[in-house]
C-alpha cells in the first residue's frame, strides 16, 4: 500500500516567519493530497488540498506544492501567527486515505 | 451547514466490554468513513461505508465493525476492549464514495479510554 512520511515531526518558527512542511509518497497512482490542520482536543480540519493535475495552489498564507516526478509534496505557511500553532497533518489518496504522521508547528510570539 | 457529529465525545470502558460509537455525516453527504488516532500510530484507517454497504476496509482485527443506516448515519463497534483499543476515533464525511479525489471533513472524534 501507498507510504506517506512527514517532515520535520516538530517545527518552531517565530511570528512572522514562513514555515514548511513536507511529505513523500510511494504510490505513483496517489491522486489527491490534502493537508490537515488538528488543535488540541478537536478533529482534523481541512485547510488546503492540491490534485495530481495541479503542480501549486495558494489559499492567503498558505501555499502547498507538489512533484509528481519526485513524490513529494509540501505545505508552506507565510507570516506566521501564533494561532498557527498546531499539528498539520498531510495525506495521499488511492483507493484510501494514507496519512503522514504529524508536525507539531509551533509560532513563538 | 452542520459538520461532522460525533457521540459521545469522551467515555470509558473496562476491558472486555464492547462500544459503539454515533456518526451524522454533514447533511448530503453520503460516503463515512472511520479512523483510529493513537500517539504512536497516527490516523489509521479502519472502514468506509456508502449507501449502506462497507465499501473499503482498514487492516483492523474482526472485533471492529460498523454498519450504515439509511440517513447514511454511522456507528461503529468495537467488542472485547484491549487497553490498546485507547484512542481518537474519528469519523469523516464526503459526498461520494472512495477516496481518490474525494473531500473529506473529520468531525471532532469521540475518545475512548480503556481500562
Known amino acids: 500500500g501507498e507510504n506517506v512520511e512527514q517532515h520535520p515531526s516538530t517545527l518552531s518558527v517565530q511570528e512572522g516567519d514562513s514555515a514548511v512542511i513536507k511529505c513523500t509518497y510511494s504510490?505513483?497512482?496517489?491522486?489527491?493530497f490534502p493537508w490537515y490542520k488538528q488543535e488540541l482536543g478537536k478533529g482534523p480540519q481541512l485547510i488546503i488540498d492540491i490534485r495530481s493535475n495541479v503542480g501549486e495552489k495558494k489559499d492567503q498564507r498558505i501555499a502547498v506544492t507538489l512533484n509528481k516526478t519526485a513524490k513529494h509534496f509540501s505545505l508552506h505557511i507565510t507570516e506566521t501567527q501564533p494561532e498557527d500553532s498546531a499539528v498539520y497533518f498531510c495525506?495521499?489518496?488511492?483507493?484510501?486515505?494514507?496519512f503522514g504522521t504529524g508536525t507539531s508547528l509551533t509560532v513563538i510570539p | 451547514k452542520a459538520g461532522v457529529t460525533q457521540t459521545p465525545r469522551y467515555l470509558i470502558k473496562t476491558r472486555g466490554q464492547q462500544v459503539t460509537l454515533s456518526c451524522s455525516p454533514i447533511?448530503?453527504?453520503?460516503?463515512v468513513s472511520w479512523y483510529q488516532q493513537t500517539p504512536g500510530q497516527g490516523l489509521q484507517f479502519l472502514f468506509e461505508?456508502?449507501?449502506?454497504?462497507?465499501?473499503n476496509k482498514g487492516n483492523f482485527p474482526g472485533r471492529f465493525s460498523g454498519r450504515q443506516f439509511s440517513n447514511s448515519r454511522s456507528e461503529m463497534n468495537v467488542s472485547t476492549l484491549e487497553l490498546g483499543d485507547s484512542a481518537l476515533y474519528l469519523c469523516a464525511s464526503s459526498l461520494e464514495q472512495g477516496a481518490a479525489g474525494n473531500t473529506i471533513y473529520f468531525g471532532e472524534g469521540s475518545w475512548l479510554t480503556v481500562v
Open positions: 447533511s448530503g453527504h453520503r460516503s
Open positions: 461505508y456508502f449507501s449502506e454497504t462497507q465499501r
Open positions: 504510490d505513483s497512482a496517489s491522486n489527491y
Open positions: 495525506a495521499a489518496s488511492v483507493n484510501q486515505f494514507y
